[in-house]
Nanobody
Framework: QLQLVESGGGLVQAGDSLRLSCAASGRTFSTYYMGWFRQAPGNKREFVGI????????YYAEFVKGRFIISRDNAKNTVYLQMNSLKLEDTAVYYC???????????????WGQGTQVTVSA
């Protein structure tokens, strides 16, 4: 398992961009699929996107396609979530997670970060 620490959250205005980072400890980072999830107040945690071990094939939830980009740097044990054209409804706590296969389901991930708050204001 990995220890994951997210950073980069904050307060931004609608239309702005923000990049989240997720730093992982452990030498096996490059062998794991990395996912991003988010949880808005009063809502269940939902899948945002996932990137494969090589970083070539990210996959996104429909509601972020064209706005969010997931990338990873295996040399730095870090995965990123670039969020563009942010909307009010993107306000949530964002989590990164590590898993051993491609999945959009929470229980498919064995390691989770503590989350970072993203707040989008009008």
């Amino acid at each position: 398992q990995l220890q994951l620490v997210e950073s980069g959250g904050g307060l931004v205005q609608a239309g702005d961009s923000l990049r989240l980072s997720c730093a992982a400890s452990g030498r096996t980072f490059s062998t794991y699929y990395m996912g991003w999830f988010r949880q808005a107040p009063g809502n269940k945690r939902e899948f945002v996107g996932i990137i494969d071990v090589s970083g070539i094939s990210p996959y996104y939830a429909e509601f972020v396609k064209g706005r969010f980009i997931i990338s990873r740097d295996n040399a730095k044990n870090t995965v990123y979530l670039q969020m563009n054209s942010l909307k009010l409804e993107d306000t949530a706590v964002y989590y990164c997670a590590a898993g051993s296969y491609f999945t959009t389901i929470e229980r498919g991930y064995h390691s989770w970060g503590q989350g970072t708050q993203v707040t989008v204001s009008a």
